[in-house]
């Protein structure tokens, strides 16, 4: 079946990066696009960037321009989302998802990873 | 960005019972192509969200047919015709219409 797997929990200095990955499996990874968004704890949903896990093409929220980097590896059915310069209110649980053709929307997501920015 | 508004944040609902979320959008979500990429996501408690509706009311695959979708431009509605305990969780609208993607706020279904 469809599923996206993330990597696990980081904890993150400020002023740090933080690399999260997402593996795909049960479906062609290059035929749909991998969105990432982000809920800080207690709050909604916030959409960052998508990448076409076909051709590799991406496009970020201006709210998150030059500091957040998405790429991926079609030999490891993997989409990966890099955050550079955190802050505490960088905290948050990140989500990748997969979009399809058809609902043109999030039709399966990753479980999450948290990521913590802590001095 | 397009401002999802949704009502009410709260809903407490009886088991059994219907319950509604409206969602509106601060511009019209119907694009050039002539689709409306408004969405309806289900949030359980310590989940990821899940997809229920797509296009307005197009339920998606598993979605029990107590959850239905409608509304046109800038008005849309989830509707819930009987209300079970798996439903508790938090309904988030979205649009895909415009750039960059934009969700509602959130509205948390609990039982009464």
């Known amino acids: 079946q469809v599923q996206l797997v993330q990597s696990g929990a980081e904890v993150k200095k400020p002023g740090d990066s933080v690399k999260v990955s997402c593996k795909a499996s049960g479906y062609t990874f290059s035929g749909s696009p991998i969105h990432w968004m982000r809920q800080a704890p207690g709050q909604g949903l916030e959409w960052m960037a998508w990448i076409d896990a076909g051709n590799g093409d991406t496009r970020y929220s201006p709210k998150f321009q030059g500091r957040v980097t998405i790429t991926r590896d079609t030999s490891a059915s993997t989409a990966y989302m890099e955050l550079s310069s955190l802050t505490s209110e960088d905290t948050a649980l990140y989500y990748c998802a997969r979009v399809t053709s058809v609902s043109a929307t999030f039709e399966m997501w990753g479980q999450g990873t948290m990521v913590t920015v802590s001095s | ?112």
């Open chain 2, 1 to 112: 960005d397009i401002v999802m508004t949704q009502t009410p944040l709260s809903s407490p609902v009886t088991l059994g019972q219907p319950a509604s979320i409206s969602c509106r959008s601060s511009q019209s979500l119907v694009h050039s192509d002539g689709n409306t990429y408004l969405s309806w996501l289900q949030q359980r408690p310590g989940q990821p969200p899940r997809l229920l509706i797509y296009k307005i009311s197009n339920r998606f695959s598993g979605v029990p047919d107590r959850f239905s979708g409608s509304g046109a431009g800038t008005d849309f509605t989830l509707k819930i015709s009987r209300v079970e305990a798996e439903d508790v969780g938090i309904y988030y609208c979205t649009q895909a219409t415009h750039f960059p993607r934009t969700f509602g706020q959130g509205t948390k279904v609990e039982i009464k």
